[in-house]
């Protein structure tokens, strides 16, 4: 269809389709092989990363994963010619290629998405394009109820990262003082994820109320610091606590996923005693994150899925929201 300058043709092949080699353990005792078409693709050309490598990256991270995608639906971020070419969101089931991603129907969630509750699942995402995976804060065993509310520590791109620490440890002495425990992620891109578990009993809009009445509480205190409104005028000099991401349907950055930034880094749980050393919200990437893994000790987000809060009268009290 054309001839290219670029290469001699000697060294044109053609893309063939290889097989992902199939992951080891419990959660994936009968895997089916899935396809991973043009593996040489790269999709980051800063760093030579490959469709094959984002494969790979997946399905050795699957065990890590897959928990957090675990009945929570899902929005794919999908980069089909790489982190420099178009990127847009699924969240509609669209034309997917694959069986293995679930469909959750419109009717019953109020909008439409997806589901990736398995290996075969993870990898037929990453066939499709997929970089990015984002979750909703509830999952499918009750989608009118969150089981979380996300805090992302959004900045001013201009600030220090030692400013980014501090925000984020003034942040969590104000949920202490709530009574409410927090888990930490970076974000792979700029800032920091504050996760809060919950008992799935409040509805959506006291959710979303109750997390913007963090934020605002923290501007109204600190307005040096912490800004009440999104968009970049509004937080110069400043850090947005961005509580948007608590609406139903609205998603964020799942744990373990990869980001559409130059190295493809990763967002990656960490504990309280970890985020002093904490050099950036970029400090594992698809090519380091498996030695964190394998040095660590135990899982930073080990007692996440046994936590669950409520919101009370007295929190919201103490908020200036009762």
């Given at each position: 269809k054309g001839l290219r300058e670029d290469k001699p043709a000697r060294a044109i092949?053609?893309?063939e389709p290889v097989a992902a080699q199939r992951l080891q353990g419990e959660e994936t005792a009968n895997p089916a092989a899935v396809r991973i078409t043009h593996p040489q693709r790269v999709i980051d050309p800063a760093s030579g990363l490959t469709k094959g490598d984002v494969a790979r990256y997946y399905e050795t991270i699957a065990p890590w994963l897959l928990p957090h995608l675990a009945q929570r639906p899902v929005a794919l971020l999908r980069v089909p010619e790489g982190i420099?070419?178009?990127?847009?969101?699924?969240?509609?089931?669209?034309?997917?290629?694959?069986q293995a991603i679930g469909v959750l129907d419109k009717a019953r969630a109020g909008q439409p998405g997806?589901?990736?509750?398995?290996?075969?699942?993870?990898l037929g995402a990453v066939q499709m394009g997929t970089l990015e995976l984002h979750t909703w804060n509830a999952t499918t065993a009750d989608l009118a109820h969150p089981d979380r509310f996300v805090l992302d520590l959004d900045p001013d791109p201009a600030l220090p990262w030692k400013t980014m620490l501090e925000a984020t440890?003034?942040?969590l002495a104000v949920l202490d003082e709530l009574g409410l425990r927090a888990f930490l992620k970076t974000s792979g891109g700029k800032g920091v994820h504050l996760i809060v578990p919950l008992a799935p009993k409040h509805d959506w809009d006291t959710v979303k109320a109750f997390s913007q009445g963090i934020t605002q509480h923290m501007a109204r205190n600190l307005p040096q610091r912490f800004a009440a409104k999104s968009g970049p005028r509004n937080r110069v000099g400043r850090i947005f606590i961005d509580y948007l991401r608590n609406g139903a349907g609205a998603t964020t950055v799942c744990a373990y996923s990869l980001r559409?930034?130059?190295?493809l880094p990763v967002s990656v749980p960490v504990s309280?005693?970890?985020?002093a050393t904490l050099r950036n919200a970029q400090a594992w990437s698809l090519r380091t994150l498996h030695k964190r893994l394998d040095d660590l000790g135990e899982d930073p987000w080990r007692d996440l899925p046994g936590t669950r809060q409520r919101l009370t009268v007295a929190m919201r009290r103490k908020l200036g929201l009762a």
């Open positions: 092949t053609r893309d420099e070419g178009e990127q847009f969101f699924q969240k509609n089931p669209g034309s997917l290629g694959t997806l589901l990736l509750d398995s290996p075969e699942a993870l440890e003034l942040t559409a930034r130059e190295g309280f005693e970890e985020l």
